[in-house]
Nanobody
């Protein structure tokens, strides 16, 4: 049984940082591209970032480049999202997703194979 569990969300003031983590079990982690998505109330789900199975290729939503960094540790079956200089607009539920072998060009809209339950990020101004 595949399990995807996010952690690290919380409340932070604008300008602060958070580091999200997602641990995956039940599959061969280093066969999988991994992604982070987010969804704020009343808004559509948004692709945040995707990393290839080996961490060499990383993709970001254009609006987040330079503030968010995705990384992974295949020895720990974990993918991370470092979020810096947070803004109130970054507040959302953040979800980790197992994407299959690749971050395709359409990764922001591709269906994920597995999803986590999400971790809430709140940013106060």
């Amino acid at each position: 049984q595949v399990q995807v569990v996010e952690s690290g969300g919380g409340s932070v003031q604008a300008g602060g940082s958070l580091r999200l983590a997602c641990i995956v079990s039940g599959l061969t982690f280093d066969d999988e591209a991994m992604a982070w998505f987010r969804q704020a109330p009343g808004k559509e789900r948004e692709g945040v970032s995707c990393t290839s199975w080996d961490g060499r290729n990383k993709y970001y939503a254009d609006s987040l480049k330079g503030r968010f960094t995705i990384s992974r540790d295949n020895t720990k079956n974990t993918v991370y999202l470092q979020m810096d200089r947070l803004k109130p607009d970054d507040a959302a539920m953040y979800y980790c997703a197992v994407m299959g072998p690749w971050c395709l060009g359409s990764w922001r809209t591709d269906p994920a194979n597995y999803w986590g339950q999400g971790t809430q990020v709140t940013v106060s101004s």
